[in-house]
C-alpha cells in the first residue's frame, strides 16, 4: 500500500503505509527515542501531530497490553524508517501494524526518516498531511499548507478523558488523596503516585476549582497535554484559583499552565523537544538528569522570574527552562516526564518530592 | 568542577601485545586517554610494552617507557620519575584492558603505590576488587537486590547434589582453580549431572566445583555506561548479542543499539547498571555491564561488570560516535560530564545519552585455519583474533556490510561464490539448458607476503575459507542432521547455514530452537533469503525486476534490493546477465548515499564528518510546480585536495595493528601537509577509525565496490590528490589494481611494481640482472614433478601453494616421505582458486640450512624503475633470531642486528637499495634475506608497509611511514628527512629486541611449535643498551618469564643434536637440573654433560615427561620439533607446557638467545635488576 507524507515546505517523502488507511493533517515532528514506540503511540500529548520515529528499526517488540499510556488513540500519523515484519518479545500481545489499525492511525515505512528529521531541524517543526489516498505530490502539499497552525489550538479538550476515573494508591488506602488534572495525562504518571502512595482521583482539566476542591484532595497534579498552553484558557484559570491553596506539581503542559496561572509567557519552540535522551540540569544540587520529554511549547524563564518564581532546572540542551518552583506558593512543575515511559528513570524522585510537599502541608492522619 | 589540582602527572598503563581478547582497541583508548590528558595540562608517562601502537609515539607522552608492564617495572619507572622535577601523582589502570587493571591491582598489592604516594584514578582499588572478584561482585549485586544467576560451591558429591537441588538444571559445573575453563561443563541430566561433579571434584586443586545455574540460551546484552564524581550516570550504549548466553561476547556477531527490548525493559536494565555503578563504586570512569535475559520469563540477571574500557567500549565509541576513552580519562582527573562538551556537535554537552539512527552490526574474524587441530565450537572462552564492524540502516543492511568486511570472500549473505544454494541452483539450471550467470568471486581479498599470485582484478584468492567445515554441506539440499548440528553447536559459519535452512524451508521458530537466536534476528536473516528468492525466481531477469511494481506502493526492487544492504556483485551472481545487464542498473540507481554518524539521530547539526553509505528512498521537493527528485547525501564537499588512505580491515593474524599504526601516521602526515585526509576502514578497534585521526572517517567495507562509491563521490565534488593503499596491508593492496582501472589515482609505489615484486618469473629476471643471488628454486604441479625438483634441489626444501595467506601450508621437508606428506596438503591448499593459467602450482625453495634471516625496511623515491634523481634510505636491518624457515612474523629479531659482520651489512644494504631503484619503489619496501656464511640470498621483496614498521620506527625515532607518506605526496625523500633531522643513515637509538606472543593457550592440546606458517598474534618489545637484558626484557613482555634456575628439559631432533652441547652446559653452569630424552641424553653424555632421562611414554621407570610437565617438575622446555601436531608424544608436551604456561622454547637459535638473557640476569641479579629508559631519554642520548 503507497502512502506518502506531504510538508508544507514542499517536501513529500513516498513509502508504504501500514495501519490505518486514510488522510490525515497535523504537525509532523520527531521523535529520538530509541525504544517506548508503544508508549509514544498512546501518548496524548501527540494529539494533532505526525510522529516520525529517529531510530530507524520500529516494531520490533510488537505491542503488549501493559506499556500503553491511555485507553485512546491520538495520533495523526506515525512514520518509520522500517517495521519489523516480525516482532520478538515475551510481553508482546499483538503486531504494530494491527495495533494502528485498530486505533485508526495511518502509518509510514520506508522513507528516509532521517531527511526528514533534518528538514524538521532545519524549517522547525511542519505542518503534514500523511495519506494512502492522494497521489499527487502538489495536491498533497496544498493539503499540509491547508492544515491548522498548532498555536492557538486547544487541543487538550479534545484528548481529556469524558469522566473522572479514581486510580487507587498500590497499597489499598493511600497515605494522600492527590486530584490529577486530565488535559491529556499519561497512565504512568498516575501509577508512580500510587507507587509513592498517593490515592488518584482524575479529574477533567476543564474542571472548575470547586469541583476539584469538593474531593478534598491534600495536592494536586497538572498533567500533561497537547497543544498550545495558551489556548487552555479555563484550566488556567482554574489553577490561578488554587495556587497557593494546596501543593501542586505540574508536569509538562502541566508545568505551562501553572507558569501561565502565575502571570508567566509560553512561547513555541523551533522543532520541540522530543526524546529520552535530554540532559537537565537539576540547579539545587549540579546534578544532572537524563529526561524524558515531549514539548512543542516552552516557558519563558524570564516572564517567570518576573513573578517571583524559581527556575530550578534548565535544559543542557538549549537552555530553556525545564523546572521551575514556588515555594511560598507550595508548587514546583516540571517541563519533562519525571514518570518516563518511555525513558530514564533519574527523575522519579520528584513524586517523592511532592509526597513530601503535601507530608508537610497536611501530614496523614 | 574543574580538573583536580592535586594531579598533574598520571602514569598510563597500556595493554602490552596483541592477544585474542585484548587487541587494537586499548592503542584506541590509551591514545584517547593520553590526548585528553595532555589536552587538560597533565604531565603524562606512559607504560606499554607494545611497539606498534599510536600511543607509544613519543609524542603522546611527556615520557613513553616500553617496557615490560609488571609491577616491578610500574615501580622502577616511579623511582625514576620521582628522581626528576615532577614525581608521577597517580595512575590511570583502567584504558588498558585486563593486563592493565591486573598490573596495577598487583602494585597496589604490593604496596607499590603507597610506597611512592600514588593513587589509582578512575577506578579505585575497591572497586576494581569488588567488580573483578565473583564471590564479592555477587555479593554486592544481592546487597542492591539484583537478580544474579543462582549457585553454590561444593566439595563432595553429597554436597553437590544438594546444590542442585536448589539450582535446578540445566547448570553449569566449574571445577575451582583450574587454567582456561578446564573442567567447566553444562549438564541438563542427573547423569550428566553426577559425572560432572565428579570430574569437576578430581580436576580441581582444591577439590572444589562451583555450580551455576545455566544460563544457555539467555538473551544477553551489554550497557556501557559513564559515571562522574557528581554522580551523574549515562548509558553511551546498548549492545545485543546475536549469539545466545553461551558464546563469549568477543565471538558472538552483536548489534547495536538493543533491539529487542521494550522500553519498560530496557530501563529496569538502565537502572540496574546505574545501581551497580554506585554499588561497585566507580564514580569517574566508564563501564560495562553484562545482563541476561530470559526468553520467556523476561527475567533479567547481571552477568559481570568490567570497571575500565573495553572492547565493548571501543565498539560503543565507534557505533556512536561518542569518545569513551576520552570522557572517562577527563572524568578520571576530576571533570564532570556537563563540564565536557560532545565533540560532535560541540554545541551541547558529553552529558547526554547518545542517539543513533542506524543499526550497527559488529562480527567477530577467527582464524582457525591457522590451528586446524583447534576446536572450532565457539564457547565461554574467546577465540576471535579480531572484529569487523558495519552501519546501515537496518540491521539487514548492516549485517550484509559486516559480512563483506570480513575479508572472507563473502560478498554478503550468500549471492556469492561460496553459497552453496546459488551453486546447486546454477547447476541445476545449466541441466535443463537455462542460461544463468555462475557466480562471480565475490572480490579481490587477502593474501599475504608469502603470496607470489598476480593481482587478477577481482579474482584474487583469499584467505580464509568461509567456514573451515562447510565440507559437511557438500551436495543440496543439504542433509537435515548436518544442518541441525551446524545450527546447535555455535561456530563461525553458522550464519551461512542458518541462510541454508531457511532456504531449506526451515520455520524461524525451528531455527530458534536450535540457535536459541532470537526469532526477530531470525526473521530478518529470512527476509533477506526470500527477498533473494524473489529476486533470483525471476526468471525473466534484472530488465523485469527493474520494472516490477507489484507491491503497490512498495519502492522498486533494485532500490529494496540495495537497500536491503547487496552489492552489485550479489546481483550479478543472482540474475543471468543479458544485452543490457544489472550493471546499468547499478550506474542508474539513484538511491546510494553518505550518512552522518552524529551521536544524536540528526537533532543537531554534526561538526565532525563521520560518514557510512547507505540506500535511501528518495525524497520529492515540489519547487514552481516541479517535482525535483533528491537522494538526501550528507556528505560535505571541500575543494582542498584530498589523500584518501585505504586501511586493513578486521585483525586476523598476519594482519594487525602494526598496518593501522602506518595508516594513522599517512593520514597525520597528509593532513599536515595540507592535504583533507579521507580514511576508510570497517575495524571498530583502530585508532585509525577515530574521526579526529583523519578529516574525514568512512566506516566501511574494504571492497572494490564500496572504496569506488566513495572515491566516486569525493571526486563528483572536490579533487582526488592520491589514494595511499600501501599502508593497509594486504587488503587495500589487493583492491589496488582495480581502483586504479576505475580511475582512482594510486600514489606511490604503482601497482604494476608491486606485482613485478611478487610475480615469480619477473621477480628471478630482476634478480639476476642485478647479479643477486636467490635460493635455488622450482615449480612442480604435482609430486612426481615436486619430486624431481626436490631432488636436484637436495634436501631440506620448502614447499608452499602458490596462492595463500600468511604461510598457509608451507613446510620445510628434510627428506622425500615429508615431501610425500606435505605436497598433497601444498596441492589441496590451492584447491579452491580459480586456475591459473598453466594449473596449479607449489614452489619448492632450496632450504637454505642455518641461514639467518633478515629483514630490511627501507624508503625510496624512485618516480620510475631506474629513476636516477631517486633515493633509498635504510630505516632498520634486523636480524632474526630464529633461523630462517620460521615465518618472520613468528621470529623474534634483534635490531641492530647481533651477529652480522659489517660487510654483510653493507652489501644487504647495497642490495636493498639497488632492488628499490630497479623495482622503482616510492614510499616502503621490505626485504628479506637469508645469509648462511658469507653468502646473502634475497628471499623476497615487498614494496609496501611491513608488519615491522612501527618496530624500526621506534627503534630508530624516525616516523618512517610519515616519511614514506610524505614522499609518495611528491616531496624528495631528501628535503623530507632534512626537514625532520634525519640523516641518510640513520642509527638505532639502542638495542631492541621484538618477540612475538602465541594464542596456543586459548587453543588446549594444539601443538605450540613454530613453522613458516605465521601464528603469532602481537608482539612486545624491549629496549636496552645491549642484547643480553633487552631480550629479557621483550621475553617478560611477553608473559613468558624465563626462570634463572631449576629444572629444564632439554630434547632436540637431530640435526640440532651437535649444537646443543654448548646449550645444556651452559644451562647446568647457570644451575639448571637437566633432564632429557634418551637420544639427546646420550649425545650430552658423550659430551660429559650429566642429565636425567625421561621417558616419551607412559609405565616406563623413568619419570614420563607430560606427567611431569603437568606437574609442574619442570621450569623451561627446550624442545626441537622431530614430528609436528599433537598427534605425537612431543607436540602434548609443547601443548601441556603452553597450558601450564611454562616457558618452551622450540629453536635452538631461540634456546641460544634464552641463554643470553638468563645470563645477563644471572649477571645483574635477577629480574629486578633491569634499568628502564624513556624513547625521550633514548633520543635525547640520555645515559
Redesign the interface.
Known amino acids: 500500500m503507497r502512502c506518502a507524507l506531504g510538508l508544507e515546505d514542499g517536501t513529500v517523502f513516498v513509502g508504504r503505509g501500514f495501519g490505518c488507511e486514510g488522510t490525515a493533517t497535523g504537525e509532523v515532528v520527531f521523535n529520538t527515542a530509541l525504544s517506548g514506540y508503544q508508549e509514544i503511540l498512546t501518548d496524548p500529548s501527540y494529539c494533532g501531530q505526525i510522529v516520525t520515529m529517529t531510530a530507524p528499526l520500529i516494531g520490533n517488540c510488537g505491542v503488549n497490553t501493559a506499556d500503553s499510556e491511555s485507553t485512546g488513540q491520538h495520533l495523526s500519523g506515525f512514520v518509520v524508517r522500517e517495521l519489523a515484519r516480525l516482532h520478538s518479545n515475551h510481553r508482546a500481545s499483538g503486531t504494530l501494524d494491527d495495533f494502528l489499525q485498530a486505533a485508526g492511525i495511518i502509518g509510514l515505512a520506508e522513507i528516509d526518516t532521517r531527511a526528514l528529521t533534518k528538514r524538521l531541524r532545519t524549517c522547525g517543526a511542519l505542518r503534514g498531511v500523511i495519506s494512502t489516498e492522494i497521489d499527487d505530490p502538489v495536491k498533497l502539499i496544498e493539503r499540509a499548507r491547508a492544515a491548522s497552525e498548532m498555536i492557538g489550538q486547544n487541543l487538550a479538550d479534545r484528548v481529556m478523558a469524558k469522566e473522572g476515573s479514581n486510580w487507587p494508591a498500590e497499597s489499598g488506602a493511600g497515605q494522600f488523596n492527590v486530584v490529577a488534572l486530565d488535559c491529556g495525562i499519561k497512565h504512568n504518571i498516575l501509577k508512580r503516585l500510587n507507587a509513592a502512595g498517593c490515592s488518584v482521583r482524575v479529574l477533567r482539566g476543564d474542571s472548575p476549582a470547586d469541583t476539584i476542591l469538593r474531593s478534598e484532595p491534600d495536592g494536586i497534579l497538572v498533567g500533561n497535554g497537547p497543544g498550545d498552553p495558551a489556548a487552555v484558557t479555563q484550566t488556567v484559570s482554574t489553577l490561578r484559583e488554587l495556587v497557593g491553596r494546596l501543593p501542586i506539581f505540574g508536569i509538562c503542559l502541566g508545568h505551562q499552565l501553572l507558569a501561565l496561572s502565575l502571570g508567566a509567557k509560553t512561547y513555541k519552540l523551533k522543532f520541540g523537544h522530543h526524546g529520552a535522551n535530554h540532559p537537565v540540569l537539576n540547579l539545587d544540587g549540579r546534578r544532572v538528569e537524563i529526561t524524558s520529554q515531549n514539548h512543542g511549547f516552552a516557558v519563558d524563564r524570564e516572564s517567570l522570574e518576573q513573578v517571583g518564581a524559581r527556575a530550578t532546572h534548565v535544559s543542557l540542551y538549549d537552555d530553556s527552562l525545564e523546572g521551575f518552583s514556588c515555594d511560598d506558593k507550595r508548587l514546583f512543575a516540571v517541563q519533562y516526564h519525571p514518570e518516563a515511559a518511555p525513558g530514564p528513570h533519574d527523575s522519579d524522585y520528584l513524586f517523592g518530592q511532592f509526597v513530601a510537599m503535601m507530608r508537610r502541608h497536611s501530614p496523614p492522619t | 568542577m574543574p580538573k583536580r589540582s592535586d594531579i598533574n602527572t598520571v602514569m598510563v598503563i597500556g595493554s602490552g601485545p596483541i592477544v585474542i581478547g585484548q587487541a587494537c582497541e586499548f592503542d584506541y583508548s590509551g591514545t584517547q586517554a593520553c590526548k585528553a590528558l595532555r589536552d587538560e595540562g597533565c604531565r603524562v608517562v606512559l607504560l606499554n610494552s607494545n611497539p606498534a601502537t599510536i600511543m607509544t609515539d613519543p609524542e603522546y607522552s611527556d615520557r613513553t617507557y616500553i617496557e615490560p608492564i609488571t609491577p616491578d617495572f610500574i615501580d622502577k619507572i616511579l623511582t625514576l620519575e620521582a628522581r626528576r622535577e615532577t614525581p608521577v601523582d597517580a595512575i590511570l589502570p583502567t584504558v588498558g584492558g585486563q593486563t592493565g587493571l591486573n598490573c596495577a591491582m598487583e602494585a597496589v598489592e604490593r604496596g607499590i603505590l603507597d610506597k611512592h604516594k600514588v593513587r589509582l584514578i578512575g577506578a579505585t582499588s575497591s572497586a576494581i576488587a569488588k567488580a573483578e572478584n565473583r564471590s564479592l561482585f555477587k555479593e554486592a549485586m544481592q546487597n542492591i537486590g539484583l537478580d544474579v544467576p543462582a549457585s553454590g560451591t561444593a566439595r563432595s558429591r553429597n554436597e553437590a547434589r544438594k546444590v542442585m537441588e536448589r539450582i535446578g538444571l540445566p547448570c553449569c559445573i566449574r571445577a575451582a582453580y583450574t587454567l582456561g575453563g578446564e573442567g567447566a561443563g553444562f549438564c541438563t541430566t542427573p547423569e550428566a549431572f553426577e559425572s560432572a561433579v565428579e570430574l569437576g571434584l578430581r580436576r580441581s586443586r582444591v577439590g572444589e566445583v562451583l555450580i551455576e545455574e545455566s544460563l544457555l540460551g539467555w538473551k544477553e546484552f551489554e550497557l556501557e555506561v559513564i559515571r562522574d564524581r557528581?554522580?551523574?550516570v549515562?548509558v553511551i550504549c546498548?549492545i545485543e548479542n546475536v549469539d545466545p548466553m553461551g558464546v563469549h561476547t568477543g565471538d558472538s556477531i552483536t548489534v547495536a543499539?538493543?533491539?529487542?527490548?521494550?522500553?519498560?525493559?530496557?530501563?529496569q536494565m538502565?537502572?540496574s547498571a546505574k545501581a551497580i555503578m554506585r554499588e561497585i563504586g566507580v564514580d569517574c570512569g566508564g563501564s560495562n555491564v553484562q545482563f541476561a535475559v530470559?526468553?520467556?520469563?523476561?527475567r533479567q540477571v547481571v552477568i559481570e561488570m568490567n570497571p575500565r574500557v573495553s572492547r565493548s567500549s571501543a565498539l560503543a565509541s565507534k557505533a556512536t560516535g561518542y569518545p569513551i576513552a576520552k570522557v572517562a580519562a577527563k572524568l578520571a582527573i576530576g571533570f564532570?560530564?556537563?563540564e565536557i562538551p560532545n565533540d560532535i556537535t560541540q554545541t551541547?554537552?558529553a552529558?547526554?545519552?547518545?542517539?543513533?539512527?542506524?543499526?550497527v552490526v559488529k562480527m567477530p574474524r577467527w582464524t582457525f585455519e591457522k590451528f586446524p587441530e583447534a576446536d572450532e565450537t565457539l564457547g565461554l572462552q574467546m577465540k576471535s583474533v579480531g572484529e569487523a564492524m558495519a552501519i546501515g540502516?537496518?540491521?539487514k543492511e548492516a549485517f550484509q556490510k559486516v559480512i563483506r568486511s570480513m575479508e572472507i570472500q563473502r560478498a554478503g549473505y550468500g549471492l556469492d561464490k561460496n553459497d552453496r544454494w546459488l551453486e546447486s541452483r546454477s547447476q541445476a539450471c545449466l541441466a535443463v539448458g537455462v542460461a544463468v550467470a555462475t557466480a562471480q568471486v565475490a572480490q579481490p581479498t587477502g593474501a599475504d607476503r608469502q603470496d607470489k599470485a598476480p593481482l587478477v582484478l577481482g579474482s584474487r584468492q583469499g584467505e580464509a575459507p568461509p567456514d573451515v567445515d562447510e565440507s559437511s554441506a557438500r551436495g543440496w539440499p543439504i542433509e537435515d542432521g548436518v544442518l541441525r548440528t551446524k545450527l546447535q553447536h555455535p561456530c563461525q559459519g553458522r550464519p551461512y547455514y542458518i541462510r541454508y535452512a531457511f532456504k531449506q524451508g526451515w520455520s524461524?521458530d525451528r531455527v530458534h530452537e536450535l540457535t536459541g537466536i532470537?526469532?526477530?534476528f531470525l526473521?530478518q536473516m529470512a527476509?533477506l533469503v526470500e527477498f533473494e528468492d524473489e529476486l533470483v525466481s525471476r526468471a525473466d531477469g534484472p530488465s523485469a525486476a527493474r520494472s516490477h511494481d507489484g507491491?503497490?506502493?512498495?519502492?522498486p526492487p533494485w532500490t529494496r534490493y540495495r537497500?536491503f544492504g547487496y552489492c552489485g556483485q550479489q546481483l550479478r551472481n543472482a540474475t543471468p546477465i543479458d544485452g543490457d545487464g544489472p550493471r546499468e542498473d547499478e550506474e542508474t540507481d539513484d538511491t546510494g548515499c553518505f550518512?552522518l554518524v552524529d551521536t544524536?539521530?540528526?537533532?543537531?547539526?554534526a561538526a565532525t564528518p563521520y560518514y557510512y553509505s547507505t540506500h535511501?528512498?528518495?525524497?520529492?521537493?515540489?519547487?514552481d510546480?516541479k517535482?525535483h527528485k533528491i537522494?538526501?547525501d550528507e556528505f560535505r564537499v571541500s575543494s582542498v585536495p584530498h589523500v584518501i588512505v585505504l586501511g586493513g580491515g578486521p585483525n586476523r593474524i598476519g594482519q594487525g595493528i602494526e598496518f593501522d599504526y602506518c595508516c594513522v601516521h599517512a593520514a597525520q602526515e597528509a593532513r599536515h601537509l595540507g592535504f583533507r585526509t579521507v580514511m576508510i576502514n570497517s575495524n571498530p578497534e583502530t585508532v585509525s577509525t577515530d574521526f579526529d585521526t583523519s578529516d574525514v572517517l568512512f566506516f566501511e567495507p574494504l571492497t572494490h565496490e564500496d572504496v569506488m562509491r566513495i572515491i566516486r563521490r569525493i571526486d563528483s565534488e572536490g579533487t582526488i590528490r592520491g589514494v595511499i593503499v600501501q599502508f593497509g596491508g594486504q587488503t587495500p593492496l589487493n583492491l589496488a589494481e582495480g581502483l586504479q582501472a576505475d580511475g582512482a589515482p594510486i600514489i606511490g609505489t604503482p601497482p604494476e611494481s608491486i606485482n613485478l615484486a611478487e610475480d615469480r618469473d619477473a621477480f628471478q629476471m630482476i634478480l639476476q640482472d642485478l647479479g643477486l643471488r636467490q635460493p635455488p628454486n622450482g615449480t612442480a604441479r604435482d609430486l612426481a614433478e615436486g619430486r624431481r625438483i626436490a631432488a636436484n634441489l637436495g634436501y631440506p626444501v620448502l614447499i608452499r601453494p602458490s596462492y595463500v595467506l600468511g604461510g598457509r601450508a608451507m613446510h620445510v621437508c628434510n627428506n622425500e616421505e615429508d615431501l610425500n606428506r606435505y605436497v598433497s596438503d601444498a596441492l589441496a591448499a590451492t584447491d579452491r582458486v580459480q586456475a591459473p593459467p598453466g594449473g596449479h602450482a607449489i614452489l619448492i625453495d632450496k632450504f637454505i640450512l642455518d641461514a639467518t634471516e633478515i629483514d630490511v625496511d627501507a624508503v625510496a623515491d624512485f618516480r620510475q624503475p631506474n629513476d636516477p634523481r631517486g633515493e633509498c634510505v635504510i630505516c632498520g636491518v634486523m636480524e632474526h633470531i630464529e633461523e630462517a624457515g620460521i615465518h618472520s612474523g613468528d621470529s623474534a629479531c634483534a635490531l641492530p642486528p647481533h651477529s652480522l659482520s659489517p660487510t654483510i651489512l653493507e652489501e644487504i644494504e647495497r642490495q636493498t637499495k639497488v632492488l628499490a631503484k630497479r623495482i622503482g619503489v616510492c614510499g616502503l619496501m621490505n626485504v628479506q634475506y637469508a645469509v648462511a656464511g658469507d653468502l646473502v640470498y634475497v628471499l623476497e621483496v615487498n614494496p609496501r608497509a611491513s608488519r615491522t614498521v612501527p618496530f624500526v620506527s621506534k627503534a630508530t625515532g624516525v616516523q618512517w611511514a610519515k616519511v614514506a607518506t610524505s614522499v609518495m605526496l611528491g616531496h624528495s625523500l631528501r628535503d623530507t628527512l632534512w626537514e625532520r633531522g634525519v640523516g641518510r643513515s640513520p642509527k638505532p637509538l639502542m638495542t631492541s629486541i621484538k618477540a612475538p606472543v602465541f594464542p596456543f593457550h586459548k587453543f588446549p592440546g594444539v601443538d605450540a611449535v613454530l613453522g613458516p606458517e605465521m601464528r603469532s598474534t602481537g608482539e612486545a618489545m624491549g629496549l636496552d643498551d645491549a642484547f643480553g637484558p633487552a631480550y629479557a626484557k621483550a621475553m617478560i613482555a611477553t608473559g613468558l618469564s624465563l626462570p634463572l634456575r631449576g629444572n629444564a628439559l632439554v630434547s632436540v631432533n637431530d640435526p640440532d643434536k651437535p649444537r646443543v652441547v654448548p646449550i645444556a652446559r651452559e644451562l647446568q653452569r647457570l644451575g639448571f637440573k637437566l633432564f632429557s630424552t634418551i637420544g639427546t641424553h646420550r649425545v650430552l653424555k658423550a659430551a660429559g654433560i650429566h642429565t636425567i632421562v625421561v621417558s616419551k611414554r607412559a609405565g616406563a621407570p623413568q619419570g614420563f615427561l607430560l606427567d611431569l610437565i603437568n606437574f609442574g617438575v619442570m621450569d623451561l622446555l627446550i624442545n626441537t620439533p622431530v614430528h609436528y601436531g599433537a598427534a605425537w608424544e612431543e607436540g602434548q608436551w609443547r601443548a601441556a607446557a603452553v597450558a601450564r604456561g611454562i616457558p618452551l622454547i622450540t629453536t635452538l637459535a631461540g634456546a641460544e638467545a634464552a641463554l643470553e638473557a638468563i645470563r645477563t640476569m644471572h649477571e645483574k641479579g635477577g629480574h629486578e635488576a633491569f634499568g628502564v629508559k624513556a624513547l625521550q631519554d633514548y633520543a635525547a642520548g640520555l645515559k
Open positions: 557528581h554522580d551523574n549515562i546498548s543499539p538493543a533491539q529487542t527490548l521494550t522500553d519498560r525493559e530496557y530501563q538502565r537502572d530470559h526468553p520467556t520469563t523476561g564532570t560530564l556537563d551541547t554537552p552529558s547526554f545519552e547518545p542517539v543513533i539512527d542506524y543499526c540502516r537496518t540491521f524461524v532470537d526469532r526477530w526473521d527476509e507491491t503497490g506502493g512498495d519502492a537497500r550518512k544524536c539521530a540528526a537533532e543537531f547539526e535511501e528512498a528518495p525524497l520529492l521537493r515540489i519547487e510546480g517535482v537522494v538526501d
